[in-house]
């Protein structure tokens, strides 16, 4: 019984320790680092207005030309409230930036 209690709150320990945890201790491999290529825009703040008048920032990570424009467009759709266009939007960030979160709306 007591070797059972020693392995599940050995398994309760293990699983509160994050991923990120272990990269600082044990440092990642050099195949996992990645350079920034030269399409790497560096990010900014993008300034929306929407239909109703309120102006929104919000900040656009670096990334290339055509996923920064992905991400102003979703900021937009989603910071005007502009439910028509949600799925647009998140087919942008799929199709543009490579995000597989957003794909499942997409055709």
Known sequence: ??????????????SL??????????G???????EPSATQLPGYDFTFTCPAGSQNTVP??????????AYEYF??????????YFNAANCKMCNDCGIAN????CK
């Open 1 to 14: 019984m007591k070797k059972l209690l020693f392995v599940i709150s050995l398994i309760f320990a293990m």
């Open 17 to 26: 320790v994050s991923v990120s945890c272990f990269e600082d201790l044990f």
């Open 28 to 34: 990642r491999d050099e195949e996992e680092v990645v």
């Open 60 to 69: 656009i990570p670096k990334g290339t030309a055509k996923c920064q424009k």
């Open 75 to 84: 900021a937009k759709v989603y910071g005007c409230n502009e439910a028509d």
């Open 102 to 105: 957003y794909c499942t709306v």
